[in-house]
């Protein structure tokens, strides 16, 4: 479970707005279910009679930290979507590259009491050369 936050800089963030925001980022837990936190902040700027549209997102998984923005003068959902699609990639690379490590170098493979049964086995008999 994670914890969203939502902000809004010139933009007032309404429930509509918030849940298409949630909605795009529970795609992303879905994705990494280490996630703790995501900022998300929707900024709105007026240049020389063109708006702007900028969702920024910060994902935090424990010991690391992922960082998205998208600007577009598109609507809000296709700006999300945009920025889930950034932040998955970043995830899914995450994953990739921390798979299959161990939290500690030198912790061994736990074996099933059977396993260790079979082993004990398999020694006793290649001691008495039956194999």
Same mark, same amino acid.
Request: aromatic share 2%; hydrophobic share 35%; charged share 30%.
């Given at each position: ?50 708006? %702007? ?31 889930? %699609? ?46």
């Amino acid at each position: 479970m994670y914890t969203l936050d939502i902000s809004g800089h010139h933009v007032h963030t309404s429930e509509e707005v918030q849940a298409t925001i949630k909605e795009g980022m529970d795609q992303l837990a879905d994705i990494n279910s280490h996630i703790t936190s995501i900022n998300v902040i929707v900024n709105s700027e007026n240049h020389q009679n063109k708006s %702007e549209l900028i969702v920024e997102a910060r994902v935090h998984i424990p010991g690391h930290d992922l960082f998205a923005s998208v600007t577009t003068d598109k609507q809000l959902g296709a700006a999300v979507d945009a920025l889930v %699609e950034k932040l998955e990639k970043q995830l899914l690379k995450h994953k990739a590259k921390h798979e299959g490590r161990k939290h500690h170098p030198d912790a061994r493979d736990v074996e099933s009491q059977e396993e260790r049964e079979e082993q004990e086995e398999f020694n006793e008999l290649e001691r008495r050369d039956a194999i």
